[in-house]
C-alpha cells in the first residue's frame, strides 16, 4: 500500500463547479504539499501544510493530523484549472518528500 | 527568467551512450533534488544534495550519478543509458531543512532507445 493516496485518480467536471481533490496517507508527517503539474509537464507549489487551512485565490487546501487526511478544494472551477494535481507528504524524521499519484483534473467549458 | 532551469528540455539516447542532465538555480536555496516521473507513478527521488559537500542517495538511485558543482548547479548522469531509464526528469530546490515549498524546474523528457 502506498503512503500517500490520492482520489480520485481523474475527474471531469463542468466550468463553475465546486471541486475536491483528497488525499490520505498512513504514517506521521511534518507537511503536506499540493503541487500542480500543468499539461505541459511543469510543476508548480501551491500550498505547504502542517495544520489548518490555508486559502489562495479559488485554491484552499485542509488538512486534519488526527485524520491523516488532506483536501484540495477549487471553487469556481475553470478551464485552465485542468492539471494533475499532486499531494506530497514529508514524513517525520525524514528529508525527503513522498508523492502520491496525482488526480487528473479536467474542466469542461 | 526561471529560478530552476534544466538543459536540455527534451533529449532522444541511445542504449549505452552517456549522457548529463543539467539542473541551475538562482533562488540562492542551498538543498537540490533529482526525481524522476513515469506513468502511473508518483515523482521518485533519485539524489539530493544538502550542500556542495553533502550528496545523499535517494530511493532510485542505481544507474545514476550526481555532481554538485556549486551551490547553484547540481547535474544528474546516466552512465550508460537504458531504455527504462525512459522518464520525465525534475529538478528541484528548497531552502534550510526543507521544510518550505519545492520550487521545480520546466523537466527534461529523456526518451533511450
Known amino acids: 500500500k502506498n503512503e500517500v493516496e490520492q482520489s480520485p485518480q481523474n475527474l471531469t467536471a463542468q466550468e463553475g463547479e465546486f471541486i475536491t481533490i483528497n488525499c490520505s496517507y498512513s504514517?506521521?508527517?511534518?507537511?503536506l504539499h499540493w503541487l500542480q503539474q500543468h499539461p505541459g509537464g511543469g510543476i508548480v507549489s501551491l500550498f505547504m501544510?502542517?495544520?489548518g487551512k490555508k486559502k489562495h485565490g479559488r485554491l484552499i487546501a485542509t488538512i486534519n493530523i488526527q485524520e491523516k487526511h488532506s483536501s484540495l478544494h477549487i471553487t469556481a472551477s475553470h478551464p485552465r484549472d485542468s492539471a494533475v494535481y499532486i499531494c506530497?507528504?514529508?514524513?517525520?524524521?525524514?528529508?525527503?518528500?513522498?508523492f502520491g499519484t496525482g488526480t487528473r483534473l479536467t474542466i469542461i467549458p | 527568467d526561471a529560478d530552476v532551469t534544466q538543459t536540455p528540455r527534451n533529449r532522444i539516447t541511445k542504449t549505452g551512450k552517456r549522457i548529463m542532465l543539467e539542473c541551475s538555480q538562482t533562488?540562492?536555496?542551498?538543498?537540490m533534488y533529482w526525481y524522476r516521473q513515469d506513468p502511473g507513478l508518483g515523482l521518485r527521488l533519485i539524489y539530493y544534495?544538502?550542500?556542495?559537500?553533502?550528496?545523499n542517495k535517494g530511493e532510485i538511485s542505481d544507474g545514476y550519478s550526481v555532481s554538485r558543482q556549486a551551490q547553484a548547479k547540481f547535474s544528474l548522469s546516466l552512465e550508460s543509458a537504458i531504455p527504462n531509464q525512459t522518464a520525465l526528469y525534475f529538478c528541484?530546490?528548497?531552502?534550510?531543512?526543507?521544510?518550505?515549498?519545492?520550487?521545480f524546474g520546466p523537466g527534461t523528457r529523456l526518451t533511450v532507445t
Open positions: 528541484a530546490t528548497s531552502d534550510y531543512r526543507g521544510r518550505n515549498e519545492q520550487y
Open positions: 504514517v506521521g508527517i511534518s507537511a
Open positions: 501544510l502542517s495544520s
Open positions: 506530497a507528504v514529508r514524513l517525520l524524521g525524514r528529508e525527503k518528500l513522498t
Open positions: 533562488k540562492g536555496h542551498d538543498r
Open positions: 544534495s544538502f550542500d556542495v559537500k553533502d550528496i
